[in-house]
């Protein structure tokens, strides 16, 4: 039993079924617990009044508000590099060990393992426990050691592996008056102006309260998910992602939601949350697919580029319905629909012959739920370069994704008014609309809605001679 230690929070902002806080709470006498705000991630987002930053700040606020009124303590929120704001604090608290949930991510390996060498010179212990995810590393691979790089096999795996183990309820509630307050720091901040940010507007709450309501109301009709989930106007999906990726929701409650039901739904969501430790596992084995494709023969693709076309594709005005309201639920909500996020990123590499690396940055800047794993392994199975992907060959057309996910046109209604008139038949493919019709439905294509970017037919051809010629 250690008489103080530090938890490090990062991605798992709950003190609920937090498994690095419990271990904590567990073996120490005390816990001061820490977040930090890292310049080296902080720096590279250009919009400061970042979504994202909002959403923390939510989630830490009322993690201390919690605190507070059990014992008076608080989360110490500092501002700086971990490497050294870490090993520092341990030694001035007297803390013999630090504990802290692993991240998978390759520079902040690279950071942990910084941070424990700093505190491994002052003997003070550094204890990083699988939280973010079901199983994580090399826990499921192959009989012959070897990573699983296609999915269905792993999920299978990772089925078979499941024991009461991996999705145990990590109780910490009673043991929660251990929390003691730091004392105060010099880079102690208090509010998002301390770290250069303004208070951005989003749709979302990032407290845990806000992401329980979400879980509720999905195992209301998690039954569904199976024939729901593929249409964006149609409230199907749980939403969670947001507060997966930062940890007010934890990944063990879901698997345990999904397994306490017996329905297709909970069959299918549950290997949607599979895919989840999927991608984890394959960054963390092939840490090159961060800037490179995943199969070495793509690496040599050369994507055109056209800056213009990506600006469209940015700013939703392609004149392809289904990818601009896409895109512009992207920027108005920092959310995008799973099976738009897919017909989104194919047009971009196939239809626009942009480098899926492009695209992958925006998503990176843009997504409230934003998680390298995922978000890498998303554009690379639509570009075709990844593990387990669409081969690239297959080449989605949007405008029968379109016909078939939002049949009435309702989710692009909402996001693209201009078209709102426009009979449900004709709502797909705008520009065939004749001169009548235009004036009729009140949409000039070309001035209220923008002709499209490309012809479909001849944007598939040349990728497919872009892939053959890779
Ligand atoms: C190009 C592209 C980029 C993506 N980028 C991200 C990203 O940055 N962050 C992210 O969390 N997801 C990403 N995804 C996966 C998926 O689109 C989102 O997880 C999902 O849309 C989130 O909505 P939800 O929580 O309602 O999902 P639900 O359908 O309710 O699924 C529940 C959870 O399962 C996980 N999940 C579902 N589908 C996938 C998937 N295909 N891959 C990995 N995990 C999945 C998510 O954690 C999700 O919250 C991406 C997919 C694509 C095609």
């Known amino acids: 039993m250690s008489r103080i230690s530090l938890f490090w929070f990062r991605r798992d902002l709950r003190l609920t079924d937090n498994h690095g806080l419990f271990l904590a709470l567990s073996r120490s006498e005390q816990v001061i617990p820490v977040f930090v705000f890292d310049p080296a991630i902080l720096d590279r987002l250009t919009e400061k009044k970042d979504r994202r930053v909002q959403l923390i700040f939510d989630a830490l606020r009322e993690l201390n508000s919690e605190l507070a009124s059990r014992n008076g303590s608080r989360i110490l929120m500092l501002k700086g590099s971990p490497e050294y704001l870490i090993p520092e604090l341990a030694i001035q608290t007297g803390a013999s060990a630090v504990y802290t949930n692993t991240d998978y991510e390759p520079a902040a390996i690279h950071r942990d393992t910084a941070v424990q060498e700093q505190l491994m010179k002052s003997g003070i212990g550094f204890h990083s426990v699988r939280d973010h995810v079901i199983f994580h590393q090399n826990e499921i691979v192959k009989e012959d050691g070897k990573p699983y790089v296609v999915y269905t ?12 183990n991996e999705t145990r309820h990590f109780a910490s509630e009673n043991l929660l008056e251990k929390v003691i307050p730091a004392n105060p720091h010099p880079s102690e901040i208090q509010t998002l102006s301390d770290i250069g940010f303004s208070p951005a507007d989003v749709s979302i709450q990032g407290t845990r309260q806000a992401g329980l309501q979400f879980l509720s109301g999905f195992s209301a009709r998690m039954a569904s998910y199976g024939e729901t989930r593929d249409f964006p106007a149609v409230k199907g999906v749980s939403y969670l992602s947001p507060y997966l990726r930062f940890g007010m929701i934890g990944i063990r409650e879901c698997v345990r ?28 084995h092939f840490p090159h697919v961060v800037s490179d494709s995943f199969k070495p023969e793509y690496a040599g693709l050369q994507f055109p580029n056209d800056e213009e076309k990506f600006r469209h594709w940015c700013e939703g005005t392609t004149g392809f319905p289904i990818v601009d309201a896409a895109m512009r639920q992207l920027n108005q909500t920092g959310w995008m629909h799973n099976r738009l996020r897919m017909v989104a990123a194919s047009f971009l590499v196939k239809d626009l012959h942009v480098d899926w690396r492009w695209g992958e940055q925006y998503f990176a800047e843009k997504l409230l739920d934003f998680d ?35 049949p009435a046109g309702k989710f692009i209604r909402k996001y693209c008014p201009e078209l709102k008139n426009l009979p449900d038949g004709l709502i797909h493919s705008p520009a065939t609309l004749s001169e009548a019709d235009q004036i009729l439905y009140g949409c000039r294509i070309g001035t209220d809605y923008p002709v499209p970017v490309v012809l479909h037919p001849e944007a598939k051809e040349k990728a497919l001679l872009l892939y053959r010629k890779k």
């Open 257 to 284: 939601l999904a397994l306490s039901e017996n329905s297709s739904g909970s069959v299918k969501w549950l290997n949607e949350l599979i895919w989840r430790d999927f991608y984890s596992q394959i960054l963390w």
């Open 153 to 164: 096999p792993y999920s299978k795996a990772w089925k078979s592996r499941l024991t009461a």
């Open 372 to 406: 390298l794993a995922s978000n890498n392994g998303g554009w690379q199975w639509a570009a075709s370069t990844g593990c387990d992907a669409q081969p690239y060959f297959r080449i989605f057309n949007p405008e029968l994704q379109s016909r078939k996910f939002d």
